[in-house]
Structures are given as structure tokens and as C-alpha cells.
């Protein structure tokens, strides 16, 4: 649906995306994630058609941003940073000023107003001026926009910046709720964000692609070794947590065992497995037939916190992934 | 055309429903009553002065009261025109909607034309206050009704050219201030350019004066429409609107 291919923006100055390529397919959710001024907007605005790029193509739904920039414009639907809003118009007059904008048929437009409203729960805020909405109706007005005219692609451009909590999880809800109709590009430098709404993370950093791939994969490739927490607990008597440790320890692929916690009847730990194995079976079998009880055993999420701080924090870091990543590109294509 | 008239309306739309279009059309009521005031008056002492010499030469109301007041209704036309555009593209820049319009399926010269045509209408709509004396001198008078249709095609001419100018200019800066100022500034250049005939008549004179925009503007006040002129004016809006268009596009760039 989208296809970016080297990318570059350069800026009187400064270069504000370099050389980027990705792809993205039909009905995906990507997160587009990077510290500020990473490059995020510069590439949302080249895909939207509001800056050329300085070299490369950007391609979206079939049509080049740079040959046909009104087909493109007819298939997307932008939310910036700030959502474009004017201050001296109400909501569903401000909404059917960009139905009529988007090219919508002059009688369809009162219809897909009130659906979108319905969609993004603006309904009740529509005959009052965007100018005295709150943040958080504001940006769903935004998004109300962006959605007015049905766009195969969605690009939303931090579109929970500002809001509380509640309506973040809304936000999320009702973004996760258009995928598969529509494919989504979403920026963001928070990174619960992307764990939360998307499919496949894009993370960019000082204008360079620094990584890209599912969440899940990405997770797996920075840690080679699966990491468990474990809670045991006894049924009766004492348990003393230096033997629980003893036990654990000696199960067989297990590298480290960790005491994070105990209470007077329980104790959790963190086991590390070492490279490539699985210890989670074992790890269970071990603690039942020792006499004691699993309360808990769940495999530790690597967060993108820490992926993300050791693909950006330096250019070693860096090197190591584009390195990994060529050794796992002919695995992929035999995928 | 559609997406012209799209973005027309939401801008006339948008003078209406702010003090903008309210305030331009009292400010112009004011002035221009105060100017119409002021020739009716003169011209009524006038024709008792004329009448008590014995003069008893008919005089023209077209020529001793319509004709001066469409000059001034021109003159307060330039003070008010920057304030017309400045806030075309000026606001849309400040506020980011800059953006909704550019990622819309819409050509950069049709949101100029919606622009600048919401602009004229208003200017024409602050005009049309001014026919309200008008008919009062119709109701007591018999002035001729074809030499003031020509003047007001003047005028609308001339607005039209000089709103395209300030179009252009609000291109320019995120800062409505700036492109009022900047308007106002080469508006009036180009009002008291033809001054220099006054004391030059070499062929260098002769040309920054053709560009004025009130010599073109003589003959429609007496009633005379010359090709020269009318082509002048529409060479002007259109050389304006490119440069609008032009300017807009580059923004993508420059951005």
C-alpha cells in the first residue's frame, strides 16, 4: 500500500530524513517511532504530499506522491501534529467544509459526518465552536477529519499527544478499530504506544532507518535468550528462598536466577535461559515435583523502552542491529 | 470549479462570521457618509451661490458630486483591502490548517481563486453601501445611472487587483500583521506612483506612472471605459494571482 524508497529530505541545512525505505502493506497498523526531531513528520509530510522529497520515491496506494499528487491526496487521510482545525467554526460545519474539501458528492457528506462523529464520539460536541472544545475533543475532531472521506491510508501524526489517559485508551481503541479497512501509519515517541496499537515498528533516529520489523521479532532479535518470571509459594510450612534458588538453578538451561521478591509464603524470581532455549517446562516441572506451588510463570517481555534505547543510544548499537539484520534477511525470504 | 467555490464559501463564511466583515463595512459607512456629507453639502451652497449671481447654469451632479466621491470610495478601498487579505494565508499558516489544505485533493490555484474571489465578494458587498446615498441623490436628483455603473466597475476593477496583490502578500508570513503592512505599504506605492508626472515628463516618468493604479482609474470615474485600462487591471489580477499561485507552491518547498 505504501512504498518508500530512499528517501531524503534535505532541509537548507540540515538533512531531515536519509535514504529510508520501507514497505507497508494493505490493512497494517505501523508505528512510526523515534525521539523528537528524529525525522517522523518530514516523512508523514512527503507521504501526504504536503513537501517533495529532495531524492527518492514515495509511493502510495500505486500513485507517486511527486506524478500524481492528487490521486494520493484523494486516498489519505492526514491528521498532523496539531490537528487543523479553525477555531471560528463549528464541528459539523467544519466537517462538511472537508467532506466537500476531500471530494465527497455534496449528498453524501451530511451522512458521513454523523457516522464519523458517531465513530470518534463527537456527536454530542457537534454543534459547538472547535474554538472552546477541550484538547481531547479537539483531536478527535481531528481524527473525525481524517477519516471523513474513507482513505486507504490513514497518517496520524501523534495522534494521542495531549490527551489524558482515559482518552488515550479510547484513542487507541478507535484506531486499532480501523485497521484492516484502512492501512495506518501512526508516529509516536511513546513507546507503550506502538506495544499497544501497532503491528510492525519502523524506528527511525536522527533521519536514519535504525530498525524494522513486527514487535514480537524485534523483541526476539535483541535478546537471544527467553527470560521467565517465576512466583513459587508453599502450601504449608516454610519456604526458604535460598533453596528454591538452589533448585532452580540447576535446571538445565538456565544461565542465571535472579531474586526479585519474597513475602513470608512466596517468592519470585527472574530465570534467564541461555542462548536459545526454552526453559519454561522445565522450569514448572521442577518447582512442582520439588513440593512447592507455581503461582506464576510468564515470559518477560523485552519493552521497547530498552530495544529502543540500545538502537539509539549510540552508533555501535546501531552497526550491531544493521548487522544482525543482514543475517537475518535471507531467513526472512525463505519465510 | 467545485472545490473553488468549496473553499469560497468557507472564507466568506468565515469573514461573516467574525467582526472582520462587520467592521470593514462600518468603518466604510462611516467614512464614505462623512465624504458624501461633505460634497452634497458643498455642492448645494454651490448652486445657491451660482443662483444668486445669476448664474443660472445647470450643474451636473455626476460631475460635481459622484465623480469626487468615487475617488475617495477608491481611496478608502485602499485602506481597507489590506485588510481584506492579510488574513487569507497569513492565518491559515499560523493556525497549520495550511496543511489540511494542501493534503486535500484540491490544485493550489483553485484554493487561490476560492480566496480571492470570497475577498472580492466581500470588497464588492463593502461597495455596495455606498449605493445607499447614491440613492438618496436618486431620489431628489436626476443624476445619469451609466457613467456611475462605469465608476463602480472601476472600482471593483482596481479592488480586484489591488486584493490579488494582498493575496500574494499574505503568502508570504505566518504574521497577519506583517502582510496588512506589507499590502498597505505597496498599495499606496502604487497609488502615488503617477505623482512623478507632476514634475516629469520623460519617458521614464511616463512609465512609472502607467503603472498606478489611479491613472488607470481617471476615466472609469468619468464615466469613459477605455481597453487600455480595463486591460490593464486584468493583466494585474492575473499577473497578481500567478504570483499567488506561484508563491503557494513554493511553499512545499521551502516549508
Known amino acids: 500500500m505504501i512504498k518508500v524508497e530512499g528517501l531524503t529530505k534535505r532541509y537548507a541545512r540540515t538533512v531531515a530524513v536519509d535514504d529510508i525505505s520501507f514497505e507497508v502493506e494493505k490493512g497494517q497498523i505501523v508505528g512510526f517511532l523515534g525521539p523528537n526531531g528524529a525525522g517522523k513528520t518530514t516523512t508523514m509530510r512527503v507521504l501526504t504530499c504536503f513537501l517533495p522529497p529532495t531524492a527518492g520515491t514515495a509511493n502510495v496506494a500505486g500513485f507517486d506522491v511527486l506524478e500524481q499528487p492528487l490521486e494520493v491526496k484523494k486516498r489519505i487521510g492526514y491528521l498532523p501534529e496539531t490537528p487543523p482545525l479553525y477555531p471560528d467554526m463549528e464541528v459539523a460545519e467544519y466537517l462538511t467544509f472537508v467532506g466537500r474539501l476531500k471530494g465527497l458528492a455534496n449528498v453524501d457528506v451530511p451522512k458521513r459526518v454523523s457516522e464519523v462523529c458517531d465513530r470518534c464520539a463527537i456527536a454530542d460536541v457537534k454543534t459547538k465552536i472547535i474554538g472552546k472544545l477541550s484538547k481531547g475533543y479537539r483531536q478527535r475532531v481531528g481524527l473525525a477529519q481524517a477519516i471523513l472521506h474513507n482513505p486507504d491510508v490513514l497518517v496520524l501524526d501523534e495522534p494521542t499527544s495531549g490527551l489524558d489517559p482515559k482518552q488515550i485508551i479510547e484513542t487507541r481503541e478507535l484506531i486499532r478499530s480501523l485497521a484492516g479497512d484502512h492501512t495506518i501509519i501512526l508516529s509516536t515517541h511513546i513507546l507503550s504506544e506502538v506495544e499497544h496499537s501497532c503491528e510492525r515498528v519502523i524506528i527511525i533516529n536522527q533521519g536514519r532507518l535504525v530498525a524494522q520489523d513486527t514487535v514480537v521479532n524485534l523483541t526476539n532479535r535483541l535478546r537471544g535468550s527467553e527470560s521467565v518470571a517465576v512466583e513459587v509459594g508453599a502450601a504449608t510450612g516454610d519456604l526458604n528462598h535460598a533453596e528454591v534458588r538452589q533448585r532452580l538453578e540447576q535446571v538445565t538451561g538456565v544461565s542465571r536466577v535472579v531474586l526479585k521478591d519474597t513475602k513470608d509464603k512466596r517468592c519470585s524470581f527472574e530465570v534467564e535461559s541461555l542462548q536459545g532455549r526454552s526453559i519454561r517446562a522445565e522450569v514448572a516441572r521442577a518447582v512442582v515435583t520439588a513440593g512447592w506451588d507455581l503461582n506464576e510463570l510468564r515470559p518477560v517481555g523485552f519493552s521497547l523502552e530498552d530495544i529502543f534505547l540500545q538502537l539509539t543510544a549510540s552508533e555501535k548499537a546501531e552497526k550491531k542491529v544493521e548487522e544482525k539484520k543482514e543475517d537475518e534477511k535471507p531467513a526472512e525470504a525463505k519465510v | ?255
Not at chain 2, 22 to 44: D, E, H, K, Q
Open chain 2, 1 to 255: 470549479m467545485r472545490n473553488v467555490l468549496v473553499i469560497f464559501k468557507k472564507e466568506l463564511k468565515s469573514y461573516f462570521a467574525s467582526p472582520i466583515a462587520y467592521l470593514l463595512l462600518a468603518i466604510f459607512a462611516v467614512i464614505f457618509g462623512f465624504f458624501f456629507y461633505s460634497a452634497t453639502r458643498f455642492f448645494v451652497l454651490q448652486g445657491m451661490q451660482m443662483q444668486m449671481m445669476g448664474r443660472g447654469m445647470p450643474m451636473d451632479v455626476n460631475e460635481y458630486v459622484i465623480r469626487p466621491l468615487l475617488t475617495n470610495a477608491s481611496v478608502i478601498g485602499l485602506f481597507l483591502i489590506p485588510m481584506i487579505t492579510m488574513r487569507l494565508y497569513a492565518e491559515e499558516k499560523r493556525s497549520g490548517t495550511i496543511e489540511l489544505l494542501m493534503t486535500s485533493p484540491v490544485r493550489d490555484l483553485e484554493i487561490v481563486l476560492g480566496k480571492w474571489l470570497s475577498a472580492l465578494v466581500l470588497y464588492i458587498s463593502i461597495l455596495g453601501i455606498s449605493g445607499i446615498n447614491l440613492a438618496i441623490l436618486f431620489a431628489f436628483g436626476r443624476p445619469d445611472w451609466k457613467p456611475i455603473l462605469v465608476g463602480y466597475l472601476g472600482l471593483i476593477l482596481q479592488g480586484g487587483c489591488l486584493l490579488a496583490i494582498g493575496t500574494f502578500i499574505s503568502t508570504m508570513t505566518k504574521n497577519q500583521i506583517i502582510a496588512g503592512g506589507a499590502t498597505f505599504a505597496v498599495c499606496l506605492m502604487l497609488w502615488v506612483l503617477d505623482w512623478v508626472s507632476a514634475y516629469d515628463q520623460s519617458a521614464w516618468a511616463k512609465v512609472v506612472s502607467y503603472l498606478s493604479v489611479v491613472t488607470h482609474f481617471e476615466p472609469f470615474s468619468k464615466g469613459v471605459i477605455d481597453s487600455k485600462d480595463v486591460i490593464f487591471y486584468l493583466s494585474m489580477i492575473f499577473f497578481g494571482l500567478f504570483l499567488t499561485t506561484r508563491s503557494v507552491e513554493s511553499l512545499r518547498w521551502r516549508a
